[in-house]
């Protein structure tokens, strides 16, 4: 049996609350209960938190305020809750972001998470949810825990889901119209245009010529991905094309400040699907950019202080 004991941490997940939210006492409580117990006991996941953006949604930085993700599955999958429209910010309903594009309420408040973790009531999607069968199962003892807390406001019960908002239905619209918002973006259907000379030979969807640029303060750098990231031709002339992304963004969602590396891909039909890092520190040439350089961006477009990533803060 493995001693391996589940990965927490409680810096990431208070973090990965929207501003203005902490994360509940039942979930600190919970993760120190879980400290030191055999990974796998009572699922398979680890406490960790996580923004949307780096979750298993198509642009999933615009919605960073809309989940507080806390719990990391094996295979990609996030776990967390949810602030939807008219949804209760304090006592929010527990989905689950699939790596295979399964979105699912899986309870309607944290203390039904858990509940469900006791009574192992997950289907075959949510299987990493369930205890593994190699170690020794403590879902008894999460349930003696959980009777012997305080009782506080009455839960949401499982027939209150009904009651929720159709968080599949959500996402998928969702998935949608970003798709379609990118696919119609006057920038980069430009980009797109400028870049036809390294359009993928292959014409399936799946086929496409991926690129990765970084941009902080005066810094910048783009590579295309071709048997390691390269230089190419047109990398100066579509800099100031990014940079005018860079600012629309910023000025559609503020407080989210300024990406500092942004990947895409090139498919065939000269569309572009991007995604975007507000996190990462990139790198130039191998080297770090500079930090007085990200800070002048952080200081021209300021961020709440539990966005600002550690490097930079």
Known sequence: MSNTPYPIDLDSIRGAFPP????????????????????????????????????????????????????RLPDGSAVGGWYGAGLDRDNPPIVGLGSEGDYELLAPSLDGLLAKLTSQQFDKAWSDLLPDEEVECQTVELAQWLARRPIGEPAPSESDASDLPDFRGFMEQWVREREEYWANHRLMAELGWRLAAHLPDGKKPWDQTRFEIAIVGAQYQARVLR????????????????????????????????????????????????????????????????????????ARAPRPERWVPKWLA
């Not at 120190?32 to 398979?44: F, I, Q, T, Y």
């Not at 680890?46 to 953006?53: A, E």
């Open 227 to 298: 048997r390691g990231p390269q230089p190419f031709e047109e990398a100066a002339s579509i800099e100031s094309l990014l940079r005018d992304l860079r600012e629309e963004m910023r000025r559609a969602q503020p407080e989210l400040g300024l990406w500092y590396a942004m990947n895409f891909g090139l498919h065939a039909d000269g569309r572009i699907m991007p995604s975007f890092e507000y996190d990462l520190h990139p790198t130039i040439d191998g080297e770090p950019t500079l930090l007085s350089e990200a800070k002048a961006d952080l």
């Open 20 to 71: 203005g939210i902490d994360a509940p006492p039942l979930l600190v409580d919970f993760a120190a209960w879980l400290e030191g117990r055999p990974w796998g006991s009572v699922g398979r996941f680890s406490l960790q938190g996580q923004f949307s953006d780096s979750a298993p949604i198509v642009d999933g930085s615009p919605l960073r305020d809309r989940f507080s993700l806390f719990m």
